[in-house]
């Protein structure tokens, strides 16, 4: 097997780079798998029934800032320091996150490794279903865990608040780029979390999330990214601010960007589930 020229351990590795190096003794393979709220599914049933060997299971709504109102807020870094030395993962480990949907909510949990400063992080490409579907080996056991010791920096420039977001848009020094389907972002479909307004944020552009991915839920050749940004109306000349519902699919354009070669870019934490609550914020509708 050649190497996919795809492959890059700080970003995204395809499923033939997962099965030459799965035995390596300092990789560790995390199922990042997360369900929109009302799908059915139940990502750690899912899990505990099937996943890559040794793969630990990441929670997304648990491994984040409970005190927060908003969904999976990012945690505190001493509590995502607590969370992955006891599921064994720490200093001096590559780490792979993918998730049931192809590439989803993976990309949210390379994005949080990279805001506790950790780089050797990558998502999966095409995820669970892809590794399903070459039938390459799974398991519904368990995990031996060795405690390792982890040491976090975290990077403050990857992640925005709404106060600077509000800014951004309002000096418009920044491309807002929102991953939501475009009935959502303009404004003409509801929010599947009840209580939040229609619409979008002033100044932002819609590049749907799906748009980055091929059919079979890996993402496009660097290329081929670049011309779906330019063709939503994106200046990748200046930084990016990358938002959505709440905060995963955003990390879907976030990596992306980092394929592109694109190193200017943050993502807005609280999302749509912050923007569309508060009144006294600005929502435009319409494309």
Not at 20 to 46: I, N, Q, T
Not at 179 to 208: C, D, Q, V, W, Y
Not at 257 to 271: F, P, Q, T, V
Request: hydrophobic share 40%; glycine share 8%.
């Amino acid at each position: 097997m050649t190497p996919s020229p795809q492959d890059d351990p700080k970003t995204l590795v395809s499923t033939d780079w997962l099965g030459r190096h799965l035995r390596d003794p300092d990789l560790r393979v995390l199922d990042a798998s997360w369900f929109m709220p009302g799908s059915g599914r139940d990502a750690k049933a899912e899990y505990a029934a099937a996943h890559i060997p040794a793969a630990r299971f990441f929670d997304i709504d648990e491994i984040a800032d409970l005190r927060s109102d908003l969904p999976h807020m990012a945690p505190p870094p001493e509590k995502f320091i607590s969370r992955m030395r006891a599921m064994g993962v720490g200093d001096g480990h590559q780490v792979v996150v993918y998730d049931a949907m192809g590439i989803f909510s993976a990309a949210r949990v390379w994005w949080l490794f990279r805001l506790m400063g950790k780089m050797d992080v990558a998502v999966l490409d095409g995820g669970f279903p892809k590794w399903q579907a070459e039938g390459r080996e799974i398991e519904d056991m368990p995990p031996i865990i060795r405690d390792r010791h982890m040491t976090v920096s975290r990077q403050n420039h990857l992640v925005k608040d709404v106060t600077q977001v509000a800014h951004s848009a309002k000096l418009a020094e920044a491309e807002i780029i929102d991953a939501r389907a475009a009935a959502r972002f303009r404004g003409e479909a509801p929010e599947p979390r009840p209580g939040l307004r229609s619409g979008h944020i002033p100044g932002s552009k819609n590049l749907p999330y799906g748009d980055v991915l091929n059919p079979d839920g890996t993402m496009k050749p660097p290329a081929a990214l670049k011309a779906v940004f330019e063709s939503a109306g994106i200046d990748l000349k200046k930084p990016a601010i990358t938002t959505c519902g709440s905060g995963v699919t955003a990390a879907v354009l976030s990596l992306a960007l980092e394929r592109i070669g694109h190193r200017n870019h943050a993502l807005y934490d609280g999302s749509w589930a912050e923007w569309g609550m508060y009144d006294d914020l600005r929502v435009e509708t319409g494309p």
